[in-house]
């Protein structure tokens, strides 16, 4: 009481956190007991799970039949959290069914007499629908991309034979989605993309074009996130959902996958459940060889002396990985589930680069230079995480959850460069740059929602993130060849940096008939401290409020118009505010901006969705405004360049708070089943996409899109075939732009010994078609940039299912090649 005291006196501490303690005051006032109403009418109520997975179940339809003559009484459809409740009835006996797409209709008895009005049904399960197909009956499955409006679902597990693809390999059908040659994902255009693991912030290291696509079962992107959500991320949300298997008994499934020119793959799911305890793990290992080349053009005009630099040459990448992850799910009632999950990753990267350099200064003889560049990455990572959830069987709707997180990440990365052939004047001594990074990461976080009736409820959560990561980059140098590298004191440096977020939200939800409204508030506090030595530090105190709404509204013959507004922030990652030179080879590097500022933005939505017969047709106008943008500018940095001696010059790359930016457009998504053994998906966008100029030209833009289509066939029972096909428009950023970016993909699955088996062949990049062509233009540089990684790649892979698992019946998600390689 003290407390609550508090929190309604208004002291400077609840002045500083008003959003968080509003939140607090609903979260304890809904505890509290709440008057009896008399019951008048019936009311049937409940919550739709998957009977495999136990998540909910949103959007699906529940129908109350009477049972004299089966005559639909009402209907109504579910939440976001799969709760739903038919109200105001006529007292009786009726059957109620619920239906929902891919998965088996399900019927109750419900009687409703003066004695007992109310009828709480509580959890209840759906199985996927088991449909007939040529006179054989096959089980039904989820559709592997499920486009919900303002939420995607990729639905990994359901395409078990992902054969060495990767996280970033499954994005690639999602509208609007774009994956760089780094793993870096894009929304609309925009890079600020928060990535989730398992509902909990990712790794900082985690790249998604290094993490198996075997190790999912679902991926979820959530364009405009609500108040639920932290507000990070301008670009949206994407969670990676682990597998979590919990079926009964001994389940699970083996792959193995090997690729052309040295590429492999192996992954071990299982789960063993017994009673209400449930065991579940997984191994998976990978040693795959990239091969690419590049080529890179600048021009640099310093002190009136124009240079131009023109670089050739090949690379191979060699990524090994292990991994592991157990835990143990108990649930000691039906309204109580707990769960303990560990988890241990390594990767070992290994990248050489060998090019030929050409220096050209005006009138000067050109000099020609034989470099070789090599990085060594050893990384890993280790979580242990906990969760609790509680609902009441006589409240249905009313869930509380909790959970508790620890991140150890870091690892080494060795950077080397020599020049091994060229003037005299070129110092043959390699160089050296060690980078060691450790990141620890706790938090934790409670969330409520209450429902006040069938119509009206509200939510609140408290939640804590805490980010410290000491580190440090030495610089070396080798007097000759085969000596030890010599730390050199002056470019070399050490670092601390510490960041706390407290968060906190409430929200507010209401039914109406067919319309529904949402609106939340969210509050977030960031303070952080950085310290590079010996060169400076930064310190930022920061409090913002978050407000977020929607509005829905269920139209006739199944469509649903839906509204949608949310202020975000992008925070800058510690490595752009810390003043620290990471040198890309000997001429170019990338340092922090200590002064550098969260960007906002406001992101609005209108969708409209609609189903009929075999079809389902999503579309959606979007709206992005940013302000205080973080932009990355490449400059020449003329000290440098006098201080180095050199015929050529240096570059630097850092990030800046500048401009607004904007991206607004349309989106589609269409799902057709053209014949019965022919499926068609297609998604596209189009959009207009303006950025600051940050050479003083006001701003840039274009009208940009992209688009994916999937056909998937199949000719025989056990037999699927999938053509895919994707494309990424030109893109302007604040220095230049990226050019288009499309290719074709094929794939067949055969399934064998009764479905025990699947055997699995790919080629990706049929044409050999996908490369990165970047094009940059700065006040006195320009710079043309070509890269070809090795994409066009051919994979075998093998699937065995234990227990009940099950191939899919269509081919998703197969491994694409290499997006990472040779770079500058």
């Known amino acids: 009481?003290?407390?609550?005291?508090?929190?309604?006196?208004?002291?400077?501490?609840?002045?500083?956190?008003?959003?968080?303690?509003?939140?607090?005051?609903?979260?304890?006032?809904?505890?509290?007991?709440?008057?009896?109403?008399?019951?008048?009418?019936?009311?049937?109520?409940?919550t739709l799970l998957d009977q495999a997975t136990r998540q909910p179940l949103p959007f699906a339809n529940v129908l109350l039949l009477r049972v004299s003559d089966s005559a639909l009484v009402a209907n109504t459809q579910t939440a976001e959290n799969g709760t739903f409740a038919l109200t105001n009835l006529a007292l009786g006996r009726y059957l109620v069914r619920a239906e929902a797409l891919g998965y088996r209709s399900i019927r109750r008895p419900a009687?409703?007499?003066?004695?007992?009005?109310?009828?709480?049904?509580?959890?209840w399960g759906m199985v996927a629908a088991a449909v007939q197909l040529g006179g054989v009956v096959v089980q039904g499955e989820k559709a592997a991309l499920v486009n919900e409006l303002g939420k995607i679902v990729l639905n990994v597990d359901k395409d078990l034979n992902s054969a060495g693809g990767t996280a970033a390999d499954v994005l690639q059908k999602v509208p609007s989605v774009a994956v760089d040659e780094n793993g870096q994902v894009s929304l609309r255009g925009n890079p600020g993309v928060t990535l989730?693991?398992?509902?909990?912030?990712?790794?900082?290291n985690l790249r998604l074009d290094q993490l198996p696509a075997s190790r999912l079962e679902t991926i979820e992107v959530i364009t405009n996130p609500g108040a639920q959500y932290s507000a990070q991320g301008t670009g949206g949300i994407i969670n990676l959902v682990q597998?979590?298997?919990?079926?009964?008994?001994?389940?699970?499934?083996?792959?193995?996958?090997?690729?052309?020119?040295?590429?492999?793959t192996a992954s071990l799911n299982l789960n063993r459940k017994v009673g209400n305890i449930n065991f579940f793990g997984g191994v998976d290992g990978s040693d795959n060889l990239f091969r690419g080349s590049s080529s890179l053009q600048q021009v640099a005009t310093v002190d009136g002396s124009t240079t131009r630099t023109d670089q050739t040459g090949r690379s191979t990448r060699d990524q090994t990985a292990i991994g592991g992850r157990l835990g143990v799910g108990y649930a000691p009632s039906d309204q109580q589930r707990l769960s303990l999950t560990a988890q241990y990753y390594k990767q070992d990267n290994q990248t050489a680069q060998d090019f030929t350099t050409r220096l050209t200064d005006g009138l000067a003889p050109t000099i020609d230079l034989q470099n070789q560049n090599s990085q060594v990455e050893n990384l890993y990572n280790a979580r242990v995480s906990g969760d609790y959830r509680r609902t009441w069987a006589a409240y249905p709707g009313r869930v509380l959850t909790a959970s508790a997180t620890y991140l150890l990440d870091g690892g080494t990365v060795t950077t080397q460069q020599r020049v091994l052939d060229g003037p005299a004047r070129y110092s043959r001594n390699a160089r050296q740059q060690l980078l060691d990074v450790t990141i620890q990461m706790p938090s934790a976080q409670v969330d409520y929602v209450h429902p006040l009736d069938d119509k009206r409820g509200w939510a609140a959560g408290v939640k804590t993130d805490l980010m410290v990561t000491p580190g440090s980059?030495?610089?070396?140098?080798?007097?000759?060849t085969g000596a030890e590298f010599i730390r050199q004191e002056a470019g070399s440096f050490r670092y601390k940096y510490r960041q706390l977020i407290p968060q906190a939200y409430g929200s507010y939800q209401h039914k109406s008939g067919a319309w529904e409204y949402q609106g939340g508030l969210r509050a977030e506090y960031t303070g952080l401290q950085a310290q590079v030595l010996p060169t400076g530090s930064a310190r930022q105190r920061i409090l913002n409020v978050f407000p977020s709404a929607t509005v829905a509204r269920t139209l006739p013959h199944d469509q649903r118009l839906q509204f949608s507004y949310a202020r975000r922030l992008n925070r800058p990652n510690f490595l752009q505010i810390i003043a620290l030179p990471i040198y890309l080879d000997a001429r170019n590097y990338v340092v922090g901006n200590p002064d550098l500022r969260p960007e906002y933005v406001h992101v609005a939505e209108l969708g409209h969705q609609v189903a009929w017969q075999t079809t389902t047709l999503s579309t959606t106008l979007f709206g992005r405004f940013a302000s205080q943008s973080i932009q990355s500018l490449r400059t020449i940095d003329t000290l440098a360049t006098r201080l180095s001696g050199q015929p050529d010059f240096i570059?630097?790359?850092?990030?800046?708070?500048?401009g607004n930016t904007a991206s607004y457009g349309l989106e589609v998504s269409l799902t057709q089943t053209i014949a019965p053994w022919w499926k068609l998906t297609a998604n596209g966008s189009y959009y207009r996409n303006q950025v600051a100029s940050f050479s003083g030209e006001g701003t840039r833009a274009n009208f940009t899109g992209t688009a994916y289509v999937l056909n998937t066939f199949n000719p025989t029972k056990t037999l699927a075939v999938q053509l895919s096909g994707n494309y990424r428009a030109p893109l302007v950023v604040p220095q230049g732009r990226l050019l288009e970016v499309?290719?074709?993909?094929?794939?067949?699955?055969?399934?064998?010994?009764?479905?025990?088996?699947?055997?699995?062949?790919?080629?990706?990049?049929?044409?050999?078609?996908?490369?990165?062509?970047?094009?940059?233009?700065?006040?006195?540089?320009?710079?043309?940039?070509?890269?070809?990684?090795?994409?066009?790649?051919?994979?075998?892979?093998?699937?065995?299912?234990?227990?009940?698992?099950?191939?899919?019946?269509?081919?998703?998600?197969?491994?694409k090649g290499d997006t990472g390689g040779f770079g500058g």
């Open 111 to 123: 009687t409703m007499d003066a004695t007992t009005p109310v009828v709480r049904l509580g959890e």
């Open 196 to 204: 989730y693991l398992d509902g909990k912030p990712a790794p900082p």
């Open 243 to 264: 597998k979590k298997p919990t079926q009964d008994g001994w389940n699970g499934d083996a792959l193995v996958t090997m690729g052309t020119r040295d590429k492999y």
């Open 1 to 46: 009481m003290q407390l609550l005291r508090q929190l309604l006196d208004g002291t400077s501490a609840v002045r500083r956190g008003g959003g968080w303690c509003w939140g607090l005051v609903f979260f304890v006032a809904g505890l509290l007991p709440s008057p009896l109403r008399a019951q008048t009418l019936g009311e049937v109520s409940g």
């Open 473 to 480: 980059a030495d610089y070396s140098v080798q007097p000759t």
């Open 651 to 658: 570059t630097r790359t850092s990030y800046a708070n500048f």
């Open 742 to 815: 499309y290719g074709v993909d094929v794939a067949l699955r055969q399934r064998l010994f009764r479905d025990r088996a699947a055997l699995t062949l790919r080629v990706s990049d049929v044409f050999n078609t996908r490369r990165q062509y970047t094009q940059l233009a700065a006040d006195g540089l320009a710079a043309d940039l070509r890269t070809k990684y090795e994409t066009r790649v051919g994979y075998l892979g093998f699937t065995w299912f234990l227990g009940n698992n099950k191939p899919a019946s269509t081919i998703e998600n197969q491994p």
